[in-house]
């Protein structure tokens, strides 16, 4: 037996110990009035309704359990770390991703039985978030998780440059195969800074634009949607749909969405459709509100009518910039759908296409719960991003041809049910747990609104009683304004949560910022992964089983215009074979070649007075002032098409 087959049986069999625990966790429903005492479910041969792997008929003769005692994820990835058998990556010449052959790099395999054909990935993330809030999520409403039955695995997390990653470089990992600088969207990574373990980039690769699944799904004629409760523009929806070096930069990722004729796009962020002249944050003076009307979507602005949508091209955007977090919104934001309804009516638009769909769901508020250290934000969250899944599922489960694929893309906050503070935490109930959380009806964020400009201590402590249920101290108001030191310390939603929720509840944290360690995959449909794969290895498997290849999508939409065409020699004539940047605007700069203009950020070439659609968009690389256009356009610019 290899190496390799040795850390797939060591990782099944720490799989089935970890479905153990599912099991075990699992068992919190209310209904415990069993007169036996095996456990709270009478019938063991419906245990755990695990709906990964369908189809598999062989016995099972014998079983091995191995238990770690005092164990958690970190230890089973810093072990893998020590033991040098972490895989090498490395930036290939091509653009395929980090593993040469995508379409046999996951190492956790296919779940065997199902030989349907997919149509549809949908692919789901909790932003932010460890398995720790799923078993608080468990126990908190008292029964089990649409999730829980799909358990199949673990992904590792970390970037190119940091065991650490944020939001934007994991997301491009699992959009395009390939690890990244912290910070870029869709690009190729920097060579500043690069872990130990892997290669430096080549010259070539450094911030060249980096092919997304859903972009490959969209050439290969597939309807493609987003979904987020963020900005449509922050680090996970940008990823899959948008190429810059700085996911700061929104406005250009709003630009590059818009010019993508993605088909459904839904959540936050407004703002960086429209001028600031108009309110917005758009300093182009573009107003892509418009251009979205002229190119024949529907645009709502609100939950019914999102609602009343029945086909069509859709955006909708119902916040100017973030929606409400789930637990504020009845009482803050009525007027925004939740998570599972914008899934819901998502896939409704998109099974339309009889080709098939792509769909990309974050749930991006688990993440900022957990960087609150504010328990009761991040365990509804969660909760919302489960009612999604269900959704998921449950269109997977009768259409028969439906992948549905979720993963945190890191931890967040490092998030315990038990708190260094408790030093009696082996007797820990579940009210201990639960009634804490249960009397807060709004996330630390809404109660600071509710608080507003008068922090008093008589206003702190109605207002905390009013939407937590908390008879806070004189103490812990004074300690919590102390920490708050009138808006030059932490802001209120944080020093509320480092006073109260460190006082009134047993969750405990490590950390305002991001972890390191793997996080869960759970997936469901035909062929669906199990076993421990690389965040990169997702994009791959998610093109293979779409039918496309993510090489050839990289060659199809991102041409270096040097590679085929002249600079300017300056004579102060354009000729066919050459090309200018030209940022007379530099806030709208443009590609000229010939006589035909290509602006940056958008898929338009105009020649000959004629404007023509592309079927992707022209990349501007400001670090290497490389432009990349598609294919599609040399067809175009050289009359053959």
Request: net charge negative; hydrophobic share 35%; proline share 4%.
């Amino acid at each position: 037996m290899d190496t390799k087959e040795i850390n797939t049986l060591i990782t099944l069999l720490v799989g089935l110990l970890l479905l153990g625990n599912v099991g075990s966790a699992v068992a919190v429903k209310v209904d415990t009035s069993n007169e036996d005492i095996s456990g709270n479910y009478t019938d063991f041969t419906n245990f755990v309704d695990s709906k990964c792997c369908p189809g598999s008929k062989i016995e099972i003769k014998n079983m091995i359990i191995l238990v770690p005692d005092w164990c958690s994820q970190n230890f089973q990835m810093i072990a893998r770390c020590n033991s040098g058998n972490v895989e090498i990556i490395t930036c290939n010449e091509d653009v395929s991703g980090n593993h040469t052959d995508l379409n046999d790099s996951v190492d956790g395999k296919d779940c065997p039985g199902s030989e349907a054909e997919i149509k549809n990935v949908i692919v789901l993330v909790p932003d932010g978030c460890s398995q720790s809030v799923q078993t608080l999520a468990r126990w908190y409403s008292g029964k089990p998780l649409k999730l829980d039955e799909i358990v199949a695995g673990l992904v590792s997390t970390y970037s190119i440059d940091s065991v650490i990653t944020d939001s934007s470089s994991a997301a491009t990992a699992f959009a395009t195969g390939y690890k990244t600088t912290n910070g870029f969207v869709s690009v190729g990574p920097s060579n500043a800074s690069v872990l130990s373990i892997l290669k430096s980039p080549s010259e070539s690769m450094q911030y060249r634009p980096l092919a997304t699944v859903l972009e490959g799904a969209k050439l290969e004629g597939k309807a493609t949607g987003l979904v987020a409760t963020s900005r449509v523009t922050h680090a996970t929806p940008a990823a899959f749909a948008s190429h810059v070096d700085n996911r700061d930069n929104e406005n250009e990722i709003m630009e590059q969405m818009v010019y993508g004729n993605i088909d459904v796009v839904f959540g936050g962020g407004s703002r960086h459709l429209v001028s600031e002249a108009e309110g917005g944050k758009r300093t182009d003076g573009e107003n892509l509100t418009e251009v979205l009307l002229e190119r024949g979507y529907q645009y709502v602005d609100n939950r019914d009518k999102m609602l009343n949508l029945s086909s069509g091209k859709t955006w909708g955007l119902f916040a100017s910039s973030h929606m409400a977090p789930d637990i504020d919104r009845s009482e803050l934001a009525p007027e925004e759908p939740s998570l599972a309804e914008m899934t819901g009516k998502a896939v409704e638009l998109l099974s339309q296409d009889k080709d098939g769909f792509f769909l990309m769901v974050e749930g991006s508020q688990v993440d900022w719960a957990n960087h609150a250290n504010d328990p009761a934000y991040v365990v509804t969250e969660f909760l919302a991003f489960d009612e999604a899944v269900k959704v998921a599922v449950d269109f997977a489960e009768k259409d028969g041809h439906t992948l549905v694929l979720a993963f945190p893309d890191h931890n967040t906050g490092g998030m315990t049910i038990g708190s260094i503070s408790d030093p009696n935490y082996t007797s820990t109930t579940v009210e201990d747990v639960v009634d804490p959380l249960k009397g807060m009806n709004l996330s630390s964020a809404g109660l600071a609104k509710k608080i507003g400009t008068n922090i008093s201590s008589e206003n702190i402590k109605t207002q905390l009683e009013t939407w937590w249920g908390i008879d806070a101290t004189d103490e812990d108001v004074t300690n919590l304004l102390e920490l708050h030191d009138n808006g030059e310390g932490l802001s209120l939603d944080y020093a509320i949560n480092e006073v109260i929720c460190k006082k009134h509840t047993v969750i405990g944290w490590t950390t305002h910022g991001h972890c390191g360690e793997d996080v869960p995959l759970w997936a469901y449909g035909p062929d669906c992964p199990a076993g421990y794969i690389d965040n990169t290895e997702i994009a791959g498997y998610v093109a293979k089983k779409l039918g496309f290849d993510l090489n050839k999508t990289n060659s199809d939409l991102f041409v270096e215009v040097e590679e085929v065409f002249s600079r300017d020699d300056g004579d102060g004539k354009l000729n066919e074979s050459e090309y200018l940047l030209d940022t007379t605007n530099s806030s709208n700069p443009v590609l000229k070649i010939g006589d035909a203009e290509l602006p940056i950020s958008k898929n338009v070439l105009i020649k000959g007075g004629v404007t023509y659609e592309l079927n992707g968009i022209v990349v501007y690389a400001p670090v290497t002032g490389k432009v990349y256009i598609p294919t599609e356009a040399l067809s175009l610019l050289n009359g053959t098409k």
